[in-house]
């Protein structure tokens, strides 16, 4: 019986610690599962030029991740600026709005499902009321998600004002997760006023990692956690 003591006395120890180490890798996987930046544009500091007349602008980068932004219109002589964001100092504002014209996200999904995406939107007075938001995995053809409408909300560079945040929830939109390229467009469905605006900022796509991720983080934890206790025996 006194001889079994000595082997109790080292191996609690030794299971405690794997419990341990294994809780934290369980942690980590757990942790993984939650959302995550894909992508981030808040045109902070300042990437874009001032009074651009032109139908296009872009691409430019997101501050987190990799991607980019871009916009389109049909009327050559649109002019693009960056004016104060939803408490930013900077955003990315357009005029001579006409019916299809779009602000373009580009992003990769790679490893990701259950994408989402945040935004800031507002509108001067005159400018479109009406949008839609759509989604394409190659660039051409786009799929309406949903169909919004933008109100006249004031910013300025210091405070965040909540009216102006937009989400979707993509998570059954199953076609976009773990995609080399996904594009969302926020897209004009009105002709506003020529010197009608219409301003994007703080755009963020988010994912929840692929099950293969989290699960590989959970059976190296396993597996690290049982290399220790055999070192530990030694």
Do not use: C
């Not at 357009?94 to 499902?113: E, K, P």
Request: neutral net charge.
């Amino acid at each position: 019986k006194d001889s079994l003591q000595p082997k109790l006395h080292t191996e609690k120890p030794a299971m405690k610690k794997f419990f341990t180490i294994l809780s934290a890798f369980a942690l980590t996987a757990l942790a993984a599962q939650a959302q995550t930046i894909i992508a981030n544009w808040t045109f902070e500091p300042d990437p874009l030029p001032i009074n651009v007349t032109n139908s296009a602008i872009g691409p430019f980068s997101p501050a987190v991740g990799s991607g980019s932004v871009t916009g389109l219109h049909a009327v050559t002589n649109t002019v693009w600026s960056s004016p104060s964001g939803n408490g930013s100092s900077n955003s990315l504002s357009v005029n001579n709005w006409t019916t299809g014209d779009y602000f373009q996200f580009q992003f990769s999904t790679l490893t990701f499902s259950n994408i989402g995406m945040t935004w800031s939107q507002t509108r001067s007075g005159t400018g479109p009321t009406n949008f839609s938001l759509s989604y394409s995995t190659d660039g051409t053809a786009f799929t309406t998600f949903t169909n919004y409408s933008v109100a006249q909300v004031s910013w300025n560079s210091t405070s965040n004002n909540i009216a102006a945040i937009f989400t979707a929830d993509f998570a059954t939109t199953t076609s976009i997760d773990n995609q080399v390229d996904v594009y969302f467009r926020l897209v004009s469905e009105q002709t506003a006023a020529s010197g009608g605006t219409g301003r994007v900022d703080d755009i963020t796509i988010t994912g929840v990692p692929e099950p293969s991720t989290y699960a590989m983080l959970a059976l190296a934890g396993a597996g690290f956690a049982g290399y220790v206790i055999r070192r530990r025996r030694r």
